[in-house]
Nanobody
Framework: QVQLVESGGGLVQPGGSLRLSCVAS????????MGWYRQAPGKERELVAT???????KYADSVEGRITISRDSAGNTVYLQMSSLKPEDTAVYYC???????????????WGQGTQVTVSS
């Protein structure tokens, strides 16, 4: 019914850049916010960045100055531009979105399948 499809993960050298994307599809009435989380082995899943429909953004302190989140004009796609990547950025990155499906009245959080980002020489 509702699906988040991610792309753009892979292997990059320290100091390099990656651009992740996530597209929400299905029987969707509205999307209130979209964002990215990440989880490294042995660590809790943590917020990377989020952006609401009104343009309010939040960034994790660990990615300050190295991350830009953006959404397309339709609001169904979210991007994460990452620069100056460090080995400690290695993690599975998950797209998430607050979505109200067309057939229900309530909003819930959906998650993508996750995409691996590995920063290594």
């Amino acid at each position: 019914q509702v699906q988040l499809v991610e792309s753009g993960g892979g292997l990059v050298q320290p100091g390099g850049s990656l651009r992740l994307s996530c597209v929400a599809s299905g029987n969707i009435a509205s999307i209130n916010a979209m964002g990215w989380y990440r989880q490294a082995p042995g660590k809790e899943r943590e917020l990377v960045a989020t952006q609401s429909n009104g343009g309010t953004t939040k960034y994790a302190d660990s990615v300050e100055g190295r991350i830009t989140i953006s959404r397309d004009s339709a609001g169904n796609t979210v991007y994460l531009q990452m620069s100056s990547l460090k080995p400690e950025d290695t993690a599975v990155y998950y797209c998430n979105a607050d979505i109200r499906p067309s057939i229900v009245a309530s909003t819930r959080t959906y998650w993508g399948q996750g995409t691996q980002v590995t920063v290594s020489s």
